[in-house]
């Protein structure tokens, strides 16, 4: 089955800097790979998505990049601001294409 | 509706009650989706709803868990015989097609005592 891997202590990052964030994965080769935002109490909001003929993708100051051979996507944001943190999930769908696996997350904590 | 929307938003239950948990997804939107989230924990898969097919089943971890969509729209989540180790929040969310750019409802956190 499919394992997703990401970043399990949370990263902080100076505001103004440049948050980088992994994501790893086995076992398979999704077709797409997402990125969502998850806020205490809330649930998760999407943020964008990759496909496996991209390798880059830009949102306003967001960053993702997909590498299939390293089986490997980065989450950046740049001039990070502090109402940037939360915790960030990686998912990619699974093998039956019909449903979406969540990483665990990683916590950002962004200090003024 | 604007978003996916989840009653109750908190529901604490005795061991051994059954519990339902209702989702009401946003109009128009084919595929339906409840995950589960422990504290601290990942999302969990449970069960997926694709239009008039049938729905895949593949996460629910036991037979006291079952799950209904009414009409393509509404659905409701249902824990028989509930047990502390299902104490979680219970994460809804729908969108036009599988697996693009899912919208959450805030969950229904499920405290069993």
């Known amino acids: 089955s499919q394992k997703i891997e990401q970043n399990s202590e949370a990263l902080n990052i100076q505001e103004g800097k440049t948050a980088t964030l992994t994501c790893n994965y086995t076992?398979?080769?999704?077709?797409?790979l997402q990125w969502y935002r998850q806020d205490p109490g809330r649930g998760p909001v999407f943020l964008l998505l990759i496909r496996e003929n991209e390798k880059e993708k830009r949102k306003e100051r967001l960053k993702v990049t997909f590498d299939t051979t390293l089986k490997q996507s980065l989450f950046h944001i740049t001039a990070s601001q502090p109402a940037d943190s939360a915790t960030y999930l990686c998912?990619?769908?699974?093998?039956?294409?019909?449903?979406?696996?969540f990483g665990s997350g990683t916590r950002l904590s962004i200090r003024p | 509706g604007a978003g996916v929307s989840q009653s109750p938003s908190n529901k604490v239950t005795e061991k051994g009650k059954d519990v339902e948990l209702r989702c009401d997804p946003i109009s128009g939107h084919t595929a339906l989706y409840w995950y589960r989230q422990s504290l601290g924990q990942g999302l969990e898969f449970l069960i997926y709803?694709?239009?008039?097919?049938?729905?895949?089943k593949s996460g629910l971890p036991s037979d006291r868990f079952s799950a209904e969509r009414t009409g393509g729209s509404v659905s409701t989540l249902t824990i028989q015989r509930t047990q502390q180790e299902d104490s979680a929040v219970y994460l809804c969310a729908s969108s036009w097609t599988a697996n693009y750019g899912y919208t959450f409802g805030s969950g229904t956190r499920l405290t069993v005592v």
């Open positions: 998912a990619l769908d699974d093998s039956s294409a019909s449903k979406i696996i």
């Open positions: 076992n398979y080769s999704p077709a797409y």
């Open positions: 709803f694709q239009g008039n097919s049938a729905p895949d």
